[in-house]
Protein backbone atom coordinates (compact mmCIF):
# COMPACT_ATOMS: atom_id res chain seq x y z
CA UNK A 1 0.00 0.00 0.00
CA UNK A 2 1.03 3.53 -0.56
CA UNK A 3 2.83 5.65 2.38
CA UNK A 4 1.49 6.56 4.74
CA UNK A 5 -1.16 3.90 3.94
CA UNK A 6 -1.16 0.42 5.94
CA UNK A 7 0.26 -2.89 4.48
CA UNK A 8 -0.70 -5.84 6.53
CA UNK A 9 2.91 -7.16 8.29
CA UNK A 10 2.83 -7.22 11.70
CA UNK A 11 0.88 -4.15 12.19
CA UNK A 12 2.95 -2.24 10.22
CA UNK A 13 2.56 0.71 7.95
CA UNK A 14 4.92 1.09 4.34
CA UNK A 15 7.40 3.71 5.64
CA UNK A 16 10.81 5.07 4.13
CA UNK A 17 13.51 4.27 6.90
CA UNK A 18 15.63 6.96 8.50
CA UNK A 19 18.62 6.86 9.78
CA UNK A 20 19.15 5.83 13.44
CA UNK A 21 21.40 7.43 16.23
CA UNK A 22 21.44 6.11 20.08
CA UNK A 23 22.20 8.48 23.17
CA UNK A 24 22.98 7.64 26.88
CA UNK A 25 19.56 6.00 28.42
CA UNK A 26 17.58 6.10 31.04
CA UNK A 27 17.38 4.62 34.37
CA UNK A 28 14.17 3.49 34.60
CA UNK A 29 10.45 4.01 32.63
CA UNK A 30 9.33 7.28 34.46
CA UNK A 31 12.68 9.25 34.10
CA UNK A 32 11.77 11.08 31.10
CA UNK A 33 9.68 14.41 31.20
CA UNK A 34 6.53 13.49 30.58
CA UNK A 35 4.17 16.59 28.61
CA UNK A 36 0.14 17.20 29.79
CA UNK A 37 -1.89 14.53 28.43
CA UNK A 38 -5.80 14.55 27.49
CA UNK A 39 -6.96 11.88 29.85
CA UNK A 40 -4.79 10.46 32.39
CA UNK A 41 -7.39 10.74 35.17
CA UNK A 42 -9.14 7.90 33.60
CA UNK A 43 -6.52 5.61 33.01
CA UNK A 44 -3.43 7.01 35.81
CA UNK A 45 0.38 6.63 35.16
CA UNK A 46 1.28 4.15 37.59
CA UNK A 47 -2.20 2.41 38.25
CA UNK A 48 -2.62 -1.40 39.61
CA UNK A 49 -2.79 -4.19 38.09
CA UNK A 50 -6.61 -5.01 37.44
CA UNK A 51 -8.30 -8.15 37.80
CA UNK A 52 -7.45 -10.03 34.05
CA UNK A 53 -11.32 -10.08 32.16
CA UNK A 54 -9.46 -12.49 29.62
CA UNK A 55 -7.72 -16.13 31.02
CA UNK A 56 -6.84 -19.19 28.68
CA UNK A 57 -7.43 -22.91 28.83
CA UNK A 58 -5.91 -25.44 26.66
CA UNK A 59 -9.52 -25.37 24.49
CA UNK A 60 -9.52 -21.88 24.08
CA UNK A 61 -10.15 -18.06 25.91
CA UNK A 62 -12.62 -16.93 28.33
CA UNK A 63 -13.97 -13.68 29.01
CA UNK A 64 -14.66 -13.19 33.01
CA UNK A 65 -15.05 -16.67 33.04
CA UNK A 66 -17.25 -17.44 30.10
CA UNK A 67 -15.92 -19.23 26.85
CA UNK A 68 -15.05 -16.70 24.53
CA UNK A 69 -14.77 -16.67 20.69
CA UNK A 70 -13.88 -13.63 19.46
CA UNK A 71 -13.79 -12.15 15.95
CA UNK A 72 -12.59 -8.86 15.48
CA UNK A 73 -10.68 -6.36 13.52
CA UNK A 74 -6.79 -5.05 13.74
CA UNK A 75 -6.51 -1.09 13.73
CA UNK A 76 -3.32 -0.39 13.54
CA UNK A 77 -4.54 2.86 13.17
CA UNK A 78 -5.66 3.84 16.49
CA UNK A 79 -3.12 5.76 18.27
CA UNK A 80 -2.32 8.18 15.50
CA UNK A 81 -2.87 12.04 16.73
CA UNK A 82 -0.95 13.79 13.56
CA UNK A 83 -0.92 17.07 16.42
CA UNK A 84 1.13 14.89 18.79
CA UNK A 85 2.83 12.20 16.43
CA UNK A 86 3.91 10.94 13.35
CA UNK A 87 1.20 8.82 13.17
CA UNK A 88 0.84 5.45 11.50
CA UNK A 89 -1.60 5.64 8.81
CA UNK A 90 -5.13 8.33 8.59
CA UNK A 91 -6.74 9.20 11.92
CA UNK A 92 -9.52 7.74 14.07
CA UNK A 93 -12.39 8.89 15.12
CA UNK A 94 -12.07 6.31 18.41
CA UNK A 95 -15.66 6.94 19.56
CA UNK A 96 -17.40 6.24 16.31
CA UNK A 97 -14.78 3.30 16.16
CA UNK A 98 -15.59 1.32 19.43
CA UNK A 99 -19.27 2.44 19.59
CA UNK A 100 -19.43 0.27 16.36
CA UNK A 101 -17.43 -2.83 17.58
CA UNK A 102 -19.70 -5.67 18.04
CA UNK A 103 -20.36 -6.33 21.64
CA UNK A 104 -17.81 -9.39 23.18
CA UNK A 105 -15.30 -8.37 19.75
CA UNK A 106 -11.33 -8.30 20.58
CA UNK A 107 -9.41 -5.46 18.61
CA UNK A 108 -6.12 -5.83 17.97
CA UNK A 109 -3.90 -2.20 17.77
CA UNK A 110 -0.50 -1.07 17.57
CA UNK A 111 1.11 0.64 20.79
CA UNK A 112 4.55 1.46 19.89
CA UNK A 113 6.95 3.56 21.27
CA UNK A 114 7.04 5.85 18.95
CA UNK A 115 2.99 6.55 19.16
CA UNK A 116 3.54 8.04 22.68
CA UNK A 117 5.98 10.70 22.10
CA UNK A 118 5.68 14.00 20.68
CA UNK A 119 6.92 14.84 17.63
CA UNK A 120 7.54 18.57 18.74
CA UNK A 121 9.33 18.25 21.90
CA UNK A 122 10.45 14.81 22.04
CA UNK A 123 9.27 13.84 25.45
CA UNK A 124 6.75 11.22 26.14
CA UNK A 125 3.45 12.17 25.57
CA UNK A 126 0.58 9.50 26.68
CA UNK A 127 -2.24 12.02 24.65
CA UNK A 128 -3.11 9.54 21.65
CA UNK A 129 -1.95 6.34 23.05
CA UNK A 130 -4.50 7.28 26.39
CA UNK A 131 -7.30 7.99 24.32
CA UNK A 132 -7.45 4.14 22.92
CA UNK A 133 -7.70 2.75 25.92
CA UNK A 134 -10.16 5.17 27.42
CA UNK A 135 -12.69 5.15 24.22
CA UNK A 136 -12.55 1.37 24.15
CA UNK A 137 -13.47 1.40 28.04
CA UNK A 138 -16.10 4.02 27.72
CA UNK A 139 -17.80 1.55 25.20
CA UNK A 140 -16.69 -1.62 27.17
CA UNK A 141 -14.35 -3.15 24.25
CA UNK A 142 -11.70 -5.35 24.99
CA UNK A 143 -8.35 -4.68 23.17
CA UNK A 144 -4.70 -6.02 22.61
CA UNK A 145 -2.10 -3.96 22.12
CA UNK A 146 0.91 -4.63 20.63
CA UNK A 147 4.48 -3.18 21.89
CA UNK A 148 6.69 -3.21 18.89
CA UNK A 149 6.93 -4.32 15.12
CA UNK A 150 9.79 -6.47 13.58
CA UNK A 151 10.10 -4.39 10.79
CA UNK A 152 10.25 -0.88 12.76
CA UNK A 153 8.00 0.75 10.74
CA UNK A 154 5.63 3.17 12.37
CA UNK A 155 7.55 2.71 15.68
CA UNK A 156 11.93 3.43 15.54
CA UNK A 157 12.41 2.26 11.94
CA UNK A 158 14.49 -0.25 12.51
CA UNK A 159 14.64 -3.59 11.75
CA UNK A 160 15.13 -5.58 14.46
CA UNK A 161 17.79 -8.50 14.06
CA UNK A 162 19.27 -11.40 15.80
CA UNK A 163 21.31 -8.80 18.51
CA UNK A 164 18.14 -7.08 18.73
CA UNK A 165 16.63 -10.07 20.64
CA UNK A 166 19.67 -10.92 22.34
CA UNK A 167 20.48 -7.72 24.10
CA UNK A 168 19.42 -4.86 21.93
CA UNK A 169 15.95 -4.51 23.23
CA UNK A 170 17.88 -3.81 26.59
CA UNK A 171 19.74 -0.78 24.91
CA UNK A 172 19.36 2.62 25.41
CA UNK A 173 17.50 4.11 22.61
CA UNK A 174 17.04 7.76 21.39
CA UNK A 175 14.98 8.23 17.69
CA UNK A 176 13.99 11.86 17.42
CA UNK A 177 10.51 11.74 17.66
CA UNK A 178 9.89 7.73 17.83
CA UNK A 179 12.35 6.40 20.91
CA UNK A 180 13.30 7.81 23.98
CA UNK A 181 14.54 4.81 26.05
CA UNK A 182 14.96 1.19 25.35
CA UNK A 183 12.42 -1.46 24.47
CA UNK A 184 13.01 -2.67 27.66
CA UNK A 185 12.02 0.46 29.72
CA UNK A 186 9.40 0.71 26.77
CA UNK A 187 7.79 -2.27 27.89
CA UNK A 188 7.55 -1.28 31.79
CA UNK A 189 6.38 1.93 30.99
CA UNK A 190 3.54 0.66 29.05
CA UNK A 191 2.38 -2.33 31.51
CA UNK A 192 2.91 0.25 34.48
CA UNK A 193 0.51 2.67 33.07
CA UNK A 194 -2.23 0.40 31.44
CA UNK A 195 -2.19 -2.38 33.47
CA UNK A 196 -5.30 -0.56 35.35
CA UNK A 197 -7.76 -0.62 32.39
CA UNK A 198 -10.74 -3.21 32.19
CA UNK A 199 -10.92 -3.82 28.90
CA UNK A 200 -7.07 -4.54 28.61
CA UNK A 201 -7.09 -7.97 26.58
CA UNK A 202 -3.52 -8.67 27.10
CA UNK A 203 0.13 -7.48 26.16
CA UNK A 204 2.04 -8.73 22.58
CA UNK A 205 5.65 -7.70 22.99
CA UNK A 206 6.62 -7.56 19.28
CA UNK A 207 4.46 -8.55 16.14
CA UNK A 208 6.22 -10.73 13.96
CA UNK A 209 8.98 -12.03 15.24
CA UNK A 210 12.02 -13.32 13.79
CA UNK A 211 15.96 -13.35 15.00
CA UNK A 212 17.09 -13.22 11.74
CA UNK A 213 20.15 -11.50 10.29
CA UNK A 214 20.09 -9.12 7.28
CA UNK A 215 22.32 -8.37 4.68
CA UNK A 216 24.16 -4.88 5.22
CA UNK A 217 20.96 -2.54 5.29
CA UNK A 218 18.82 -4.93 3.01
CA UNK A 219 16.05 -6.19 5.13
CA UNK A 220 14.02 -8.07 2.57
CA UNK A 221 13.05 -11.64 3.48
CA UNK A 222 15.61 -12.67 0.10
CA UNK A 223 18.26 -10.71 2.12
CA UNK A 224 18.36 -12.36 5.39
CA UNK A 225 19.66 -15.37 6.76
CA UNK A 226 18.85 -17.12 10.14
CA UNK A 227 21.46 -18.47 12.72
CA UNK A 228 21.44 -21.70 13.67
CA UNK A 229 20.73 -20.71 17.35
CA UNK A 230 17.91 -18.56 16.27
CA UNK A 231 14.75 -20.38 18.22
CA UNK A 232 17.14 -20.26 21.40
CA UNK A 233 17.59 -16.58 20.95
CA UNK A 234 13.68 -16.46 20.59
CA UNK A 235 13.27 -18.51 23.64
CA UNK A 236 15.72 -16.44 25.94
CA UNK A 237 13.67 -13.06 24.95
CA UNK A 238 10.07 -14.64 25.10
CA UNK A 239 11.59 -15.69 28.48
CA UNK A 240 13.25 -12.59 29.82
CA UNK A 241 11.10 -9.81 28.21
CA UNK A 242 7.95 -11.92 29.03
CA UNK A 243 9.03 -12.00 32.55
CA UNK A 244 9.03 -8.40 32.91
CA UNK A 245 5.45 -8.28 32.16
CA UNK A 246 4.65 -10.81 34.43
CA UNK A 247 6.44 -9.21 37.72
CA UNK A 248 4.12 -6.09 36.46
CA UNK A 249 0.80 -7.50 35.84
CA UNK A 250 1.04 -10.99 36.90
CA UNK A 251 -2.50 -11.98 36.06
CA UNK A 252 -2.81 -10.60 32.01
CA UNK A 253 -2.03 -13.12 29.22
CA UNK A 254 0.95 -12.57 26.86
CA UNK A 255 0.51 -13.29 23.32
CA UNK A 256 3.07 -14.77 20.68
CA UNK A 257 2.58 -12.30 17.86
CA UNK A 258 3.96 -14.71 15.54
CA UNK A 259 3.32 -14.90 11.52
CA UNK A 260 3.36 -19.10 12.60
CA UNK A 261 4.75 -20.08 9.85
CA UNK A 262 8.24 -20.97 8.52
CA UNK A 263 10.29 -17.89 10.01
CA UNK A 264 13.22 -17.72 11.36
CA UNK A 265 13.12 -19.01 15.23
CA UNK A 266 9.40 -20.68 14.81
CA UNK A 267 10.32 -23.06 11.73
CA UNK A 268 9.16 -26.56 11.86
CA UNK A 269 9.43 -27.95 15.78
CA UNK A 270 10.78 -24.51 16.97
CA UNK A 271 7.44 -23.36 16.85
CA UNK A 272 6.96 -25.54 20.24
CA UNK A 273 9.98 -24.93 21.77
CA UNK A 274 9.31 -21.12 21.69
CA UNK A 275 6.01 -21.32 22.80
CA UNK A 276 7.05 -24.00 25.79
CA UNK A 277 7.77 -20.39 27.13
CA UNK A 278 6.44 -20.20 30.75
CA UNK A 279 5.56 -16.21 29.65
CA UNK A 280 3.57 -17.11 26.41
CA UNK A 281 0.24 -17.93 27.45
CA UNK A 282 -1.34 -17.76 23.36
CA UNK A 283 0.15 -18.66 20.44
CA UNK A 284 -0.57 -16.75 17.15
CA UNK A 285 -0.99 -17.67 13.17
CA UNK A 286 -1.44 -14.98 10.78
CA UNK A 287 -3.15 -16.58 7.86
CA UNK A 288 -3.10 -14.32 4.49
CA UNK A 289 -3.20 -17.07 2.04
CA UNK A 290 -5.17 -17.05 -1.17
CA UNK A 291 -6.34 -20.35 -2.10
CA UNK A 292 -9.30 -19.96 0.33
CA UNK A 293 -8.45 -23.32 2.37
CA UNK A 294 -9.53 -22.84 6.14
CA UNK A 295 -5.91 -24.42 6.90
CA UNK A 296 -3.10 -23.16 5.28
CA UNK A 297 0.14 -24.75 4.90
CA UNK A 298 1.97 -27.09 5.09
CA UNK A 299 2.49 -30.67 7.24
CA UNK A 300 5.26 -28.90 8.90
CA UNK A 301 4.57 -25.14 9.43
CA UNK A 302 0.93 -25.17 8.03
CA UNK A 303 -2.64 -24.00 10.74
CA UNK A 304 -3.37 -27.79 11.10
CA UNK A 305 0.27 -28.27 12.63
CA UNK A 306 0.51 -25.58 14.44
CA UNK A 307 -2.93 -26.16 16.17
CA UNK A 308 -1.71 -29.61 16.96
CA UNK A 309 1.24 -28.42 18.41
CA UNK A 310 -0.48 -26.04 20.65
CA UNK A 311 -2.64 -28.30 21.54
CA UNK A 312 0.42 -30.63 23.07
CA UNK A 313 1.53 -27.55 24.59
CA UNK A 314 -1.68 -27.26 26.54
CA UNK A 315 -2.22 -23.70 25.23
CA UNK A 316 -4.84 -21.58 22.83
CA UNK A 317 -3.90 -20.77 19.36
CA UNK A 318 -5.37 -17.20 18.30
CA UNK A 319 -5.45 -16.30 14.35
CA UNK A 320 -4.50 -12.91 14.97
CA UNK A 321 -4.38 -11.90 11.49
CA UNK A 322 -6.83 -12.77 8.91
CA UNK A 323 -6.57 -11.10 5.38
CA UNK A 324 -8.55 -11.55 2.07
CA UNK A 325 -8.22 -8.73 -0.85
CA UNK A 326 -10.90 -6.98 -2.30
CA UNK A 327 -11.82 -3.59 -3.88
CA UNK A 328 -11.36 -3.34 -7.70
CA UNK A 329 -10.25 -7.26 -7.17
CA UNK A 330 -13.15 -9.21 -5.36
CA UNK A 331 -16.00 -7.66 -4.00
CA UNK A 332 -16.96 -6.85 -0.41
CA UNK A 333 -19.79 -9.26 -0.70
CA UNK A 334 -17.67 -11.85 -1.86
CA UNK A 335 -14.57 -11.43 0.44
CA UNK A 336 -16.90 -11.75 3.22
CA UNK A 337 -17.76 -15.05 2.38
CA UNK A 338 -14.63 -16.23 1.66
CA UNK A 339 -13.74 -14.87 4.93
CA UNK A 340 -16.60 -16.79 6.76
CA UNK A 341 -15.98 -20.29 5.23
CA UNK A 342 -12.16 -19.70 6.11
CA UNK A 343 -12.68 -18.79 9.87
CA UNK A 344 -15.31 -21.06 10.52
CA UNK A 345 -13.20 -23.77 9.36
CA UNK A 346 -10.42 -22.44 11.70
CA UNK A 347 -12.86 -22.14 14.68
CA UNK A 348 -13.61 -25.81 13.94
CA UNK A 349 -10.51 -27.35 13.50
CA UNK A 350 -9.84 -25.46 17.30
CA UNK A 351 -8.73 -21.93 16.83
CA UNK A 352 -9.21 -19.67 19.72
CA UNK A 353 -10.48 -16.44 17.40
CA UNK A 354 -9.75 -14.31 14.03
CA UNK A 355 -9.07 -10.58 13.63
CA UNK A 356 -9.18 -9.50 10.22
CA UNK A 357 -6.61 -7.00 8.77
CA UNK A 358 -7.14 -4.41 8.99
CA UNK A 359 -9.57 -1.67 9.50
CA UNK A 360 -9.13 1.86 7.91
CA UNK A 361 -10.92 4.65 8.40
CA UNK A 362 -10.92 5.86 4.39
CA UNK A 363 -10.80 2.81 2.78
CA UNK A 364 -9.77 2.21 -1.60
CA UNK A 365 -12.85 0.80 -3.00
CA UNK A 366 -10.65 1.40 -6.70
CA UNK A 367 -7.53 -0.32 -5.36
CA UNK A 368 -7.14 -4.61 -4.36
CA UNK A 369 -6.10 -3.65 -0.89
CA UNK A 370 -7.04 -5.79 2.71
CA UNK A 371 -8.96 -2.44 3.78
CA UNK A 372 -12.04 -2.85 5.74
CA UNK A 373 -14.04 0.28 5.92
CA UNK A 374 -16.89 1.18 8.13
CA UNK A 375 -19.62 0.20 5.87
CA UNK A 376 -17.65 -2.78 5.18
CA UNK A 377 -19.98 -6.80 5.46
CA UNK A 378 -17.33 -7.83 7.71
CA UNK A 379 -18.65 -5.91 10.80
CA UNK A 380 -21.55 -7.99 10.42
CA UNK A 381 -19.22 -11.56 9.91
CA UNK A 382 -17.97 -10.18 13.47
CA UNK A 383 -20.91 -9.18 14.97
CA UNK A 384 -22.79 -12.93 14.06
CA UNK A 385 -18.68 -15.41 14.49
CA UNK A 386 -18.33 -13.65 18.24
CA UNK A 387 -19.43 -15.66 20.40
CA UNK A 388 -19.63 -15.62 24.32
CA UNK A 389 -21.00 -18.53 26.76
Known amino acids: MAVPRLRRSGLIVAAALVALSTACGHSGPHSVPVTPSGDQATIPEGAPAAAAAVTATSSGLLLRGQPWWPA ?18 AEVDLDAFFAQVPEHSLTRFAM ?21 FAAAQRHGRMVLPVLAAQSG ?64 TQCDLRFRTCPKDSQQVLRAFMDEAGQQVRALDPHRLIFAGYVGGSQC ?62 GSCETLDDRRDILARRIDGQRQA ?39 G
Open 350 to 388: GTAGALFWAFVPDPRPDQCTYDIGPEDPLWGLVADRTTL
Open 72 to 89: GFNGPQLATNYSVNFGCG
Open 112 to 132: FQALAVNKNTGALDFTAADAV
Open 265 to 326: GTAGDSFSYVSASPNIDVVEFHDYSEDGAPLPGGPTHGLARRLAQSRDLGKPLLVAEIGEYA
Open 153 to 216: DCGDEMFKQRQWYVDGWKAASHVPGRAVMSFQDWVRTAVGRWRGSPVLAGWELVGEPEPSVCRG
